[in-house]
């Protein structure tokens, strides 16, 4: 039998049968295999006591859009200009704690809304995104804290973060233990590991049943307690189940060296930086909060003051000049945090900044000013409109700005808090 199939012909169609080689050079094989995972987002909040110095932080309010003065509190950032934005008309309508600029600073609960307590909280921002995106990582989100003898100008809580019913989640308080945390060694067998796990989860067993019988003849009141309890124990069945499926992992190699266990003010907020940029480089989280050092910046500044008479600054007093010098160190932090998440490559040639949203602020202005609070967004990962100075009707929530980045991001929420809706100014 003639066939009019021709050597050319033959060859196509064998071209499905024989592989072709991987021809890097001229990308046969991105072409081949299958693509590549983007990177994931990552969302971190960096939360400070006391505030700023409004005259000198805040870009004027007449001088919105993106050609607005840089000024003197702002200005060690100016490379980054463009990258960065200051959103200003915003507030917590519940906030009364002229104290406490982190306790309601991601969440806008009111103190007073669970009826017969003195305080009440509710989830904070970044715990909406580790709901999501902590199921793929060994660490469902990262806080970070100072040493809790430096809460000063914080108020209440563990750290920036606060779960479902409002309770305060714990943090690491220093770079060192950060470190270990993330990167060091565990020598111990994971046979051994294994044992303790179970023997945890005998005794949560055993405490589970003598509350159930306890339970039986308990007012309304105790009830409720006991139940407040009951989830407790939940939450802690929750991380022992996220330490066993992590156990045969290996941690990550560390990007950094271990860092100085003395390090203070300054020195440990750019260590902490360092290593939120390795954490979310390595994929250990991506959620991050970080409640910095108030009395410990100044003291490494030099700076005459504590952080409180520093906040009631008198202009061209002393308590001025230190409220000032912090200003710029935390800028001078915040450029640098940047410059290194910009300087972080991915696997596909992108940056970490690419992907990564993060805000930086507090619940107080200054003073005891608890209206438009400084709010410093920054990070290419939501889509965001950077490079503003972005003046919204005075009184818009605070979570609504929360909300445009979560929902930038891709976190499934219609509602934060007392939101109305997210800031359409802010998106690109």
């Known amino acids: 039998m003639k066939s009019d199939i021709n050597r050319r012909t033959f060859l196509r169609g064998a071209g499905a049968m024989i592989a072709l080689p991987a021809l890097e050079s001229i990308g046969f094989r991105r072409f081949l295999s299958a693509a590549p995972k983007l990177p994931p987002k990552r969302i971190m909040f960096m939360g400070i ?9 805040f870009p004027d309010l007449e001088d919105a859009g993106p050609n607005y003065k840089l000024p003197e509190g702002l200005k060690p950032l ?9 959103v200003q008309g915003c507030k917590h309508k519940f906030s009364r704690e002229a104290h406490w600029g982190s306790t309601f600073w991601l969440t806008g609960a009111n103190k007073y809304g669970t009826p017969g307590q003195s305080f009440s909280n509710t989830i904070s921002a970044d715990q909406l995104a580790a709901a999501q995106f902590g199921k793929h990582t060994r660490y469902t989100s990262i806080q970070l804290s100072a040493d809790a003898k430096d809460r000063n100008g914080h108020g209440p809580g563990n750290s920036l973060a606060w779960d479902q019913r409002g309770k305060p989640l714990s943090a690491w308080s220093s770079p060192l233990q950060t470190y270990m945390k993330l990167f060091g060694s565990n020598d111990m067998p994971i046979a051994q590991r294994r044992a303790l796990l179970a023997e945890e989860r005998s005794v949560l067993d055993s405490v589970m049943i003598e509350a159930k019988d306890m339970q039986r003849a308990l007012t309304r009141s105790d009830t409720d307690k006991l139940d407040e309890y009951f989830q407790s124990i939940r939450d802690i069945e929750t991380r022992l189940s996220k330490a066993e499926q992590w ?7 560390s990007p950094l060296n271990q860092p100085d266990k003395a390090l203070v003010g300054r020195s440990e907020i750019e260590m902490m930086y360092k290593l939120m940029v390795a954490a979310i480089q390595t994929d250990n989280t991506r959620v991050i909060t970080y409640r910095e050092p108030g009395s410990g910046l100044l003291r490494s500044l030099g ?3 504590n952080p409180h008479n520093v906040s009631h600054y008198r202009p061209g007093g002393e308590t001025e000049v230190s409220s000032k010098l912090r200003d710029k160190a935390h800028s001078e932090l915040l450029a640098g945090l940047i410059d290194k998440l910009k300087a972080t490559r991915e696997v596909d040639g992108s940056s970490l900044f690419d992907h990564t949203v993060m805000a930086f602020g507090s619940n107080i202005r200054s003073i005891h000013y608890l209206n438009n609070p400084p709010t410093l967004i920054s990070g290419g990962g939501a889509n965001l409109k950077l490079g503003h100075n972005l003046v919204l009707n005075e009184g818009t ?17 219609e509602k934060h808090g007392d939101s109305t809706g997210i800031v359409s100014e802010l998106t690109a």
């Open 49 to 57: 006591g006391y505030g700023v110095t409004s005259q000198t932080w």
């Open 397 to 413: 929530p605070l979570n609504n700005v929360w909300l445009t980045m979560l929902q930038g991001i891709g976190v499934n929420a």
């Open 303 to 305: 700076a005459g003051g």
């Open 78 to 86: 100016a490379r980054h200009k463009k990258d960065f934005t200051i």
């Open 247 to 253: 156990m045969d992992v290996p941690k990550s190699k």
